[in-house]
């Protein structure tokens, strides 16, 4: 007879696991056994929860874009100003909980994953949606019509920290947040 209560705290723990795991191989590499061992259950109950390591991934992500959205909702509460809501999103993308060398890790494969794999291209639309949404609607009252370029510009860069991050031996939110506010200071009037 199954725990009543149990599968949420089960599903987390995979999900949690799966960010681990994946993080430490820097691929997604690994197998179901390996993702449940780390959650310390069976292969089989992970299997019984998610179905494919690939779906365990998937939570995962979605997890982390949760994560991405909520810190982004809370550096944006309370401001106003266009820049003040610029910093924020920038803020937010590299906050400490976004920028773990797991969630990195994540976010590269996630990229991998989502050119062969339509859910996880779907997600990774909504993200990209979200940002540029996000952006435009801080930089359309600083910049008008250059807003659209520089929010894709923006995108990318903040993208293009991530991937260079999960390249690199040491991964620094400070310098990657700074390196995206110069850009901005450039572009703005």
Same mark, same amino acid.
């Given at each position: ?5 149990a599968?949420?705290i089960r599903?987390?723990a995979?999900?949690?696991a799966?960010?681990?795991t994946i ?25 019984h929860y998610?179905?494919s390591?690939?779906r365990?991934?998937l939570?995962?992500?979605?997890h982390i %874009? @949760?994560q ?5 909702? =809370?550096?944006?509460? &309370? ?6 809501? +610029? /910093? $924020?999103?920038?803020?937010a993308s ?7 060398r797991?969630t990195?890790?994540a976010w590269l494969?996630f990229?991998a994953l989502?050119q ?8 990774l639309r ?6 540029a949404?996000n ?6 009252? %600083? @910049? ?6 520089? =929010?894709?510009?923006? &995108?990318?860069?903040?993208d293009?920290?991530? +991937? /260079? $991050?999960?390249l690199s031996?040491?991964?620094?939110a ?8 110069d ?5 703005l009037?």
């Amino acid at each position: 007879m199954p725990k009543l209560g149990a599968e949420p705290i089960r599903k987390a723990a995979l999900i949690n696991a799966a960010i681990a795991t994946i993080g430490r191989a820097g691929s997604l590499d690994v197998t179901v056994a390996q993702i449940a061992r780390e959650a310390g259950m069976s292969s089989a109950l992970a299997h019984h929860y998610f179905g494919s390591k690939e779906r365990i991934f998937l939570a995962a992500m979605r997890h982390i %874009l @949760t994560q991405y959205g909520d810190s982004t909702r =809370a550096a944006l509460r &309370g401001t106003v100003a266009p820049r003040d809501r +610029l /910093r $924020a999103i920038v803020r937010a993308s590299f906050d400490a909980a976004n920028f773990e060398r797991e969630t990195i890790a994540a976010w590269l494969n996630f990229y991998a994953l989502a050119q062969v794999d339509p859910e996880a291209a779907r997600l990774l639309r909504v993200y990209h949606r979200r940002l540029a949404s996000n952006l435009l609607a801080a930089l359309r009252p %600083l @910049t008008g019509p250059a807003a659209e370029a520089i =929010a894709r510009t923006l &995108g990318a860069l903040i993208d293009g920290l991530y +991937l /260079r $991050a999960a390249l690199s031996e040491a991964a620094d939110a400070a310098v990657a947040e700074q390196t995206t506010l110069d850009y901005l200071e450039k572009v703005l009037p």
